[in-house]
């Protein structure tokens, strides 16, 4: 009985396998069972989809540093301190839950998911650091103003 057991356990651990070489196969699961891409079709969308949450990772932290600023610049109130920090712990938890995302999906090991996640990251920040100089955060010297209100420095 107790061999029907290590032969049933030794079958389900040799039926999985993790690549851990990058390939360009088309057929993988992103995420969720229900999305698994099988064909050019799934493939092109999941590339693309991919790619615009990469840059949706870049305005989430466009955001951050924009609440920043907009915090320094408002009226030191309870209500306003409640109110930035529940903002900024919101556009945060977004951003580290879409890092970690899309970090899993570059864990598919898929040439064409890392070139889009990374493609998308670096389309993203450039897009978004071309928006910041017309923002208020290009006019505020927000790393000297963080700088002097750190106790460590």
Not at 40 to 52: E, P, Q, R, S, V
Not at 112 to 134: D, N, P, S, Y
Request: with cysteine; glycine share 6%; aromatic share 16%.
């Amino acid at each position: 009985m107790e061999s029907l057991g290590m032969d049933m356990n030794m079958t389900m651990n040799m039926n999985m396998y993790m690549a851990m070489t990058f390939y360009n196969d088309h057929n993988f699961v992103v995420f969720f069972d229900s999305w698994h891409v099988d064909n050019d079709a799934k493939y092109a969308g999941a590339i693309i989809l991919l790619f615009l949450v990469s840059m949706g990772l870049e305005f989430l932290h466009f955001l951050l540093k924009l609440v920043t600023v907009y915090q320094i610049k408002a009226q030191k109130t309870i209500q306003n301190l409640i109110f930035y920090n529940f903002g900024y712990g919101i556009i945060y938890f977004l951003w580290v839950s879409l890092a970690y995302l899309l970090m899993l999906a570059i864990m598919t090991y898929s040439t064409g998911v890392f070139c889009a996640i990374t493609t998308g990251i670096t389309f993203g920040h450039f897009l978004f650091r071309m928006i910041e100089h017309k923002t208020p955060i290009a006019n505020e010297s927000l790393s000297q103003e963080l700088v002097v209100k750190n106790p460590c420095c």
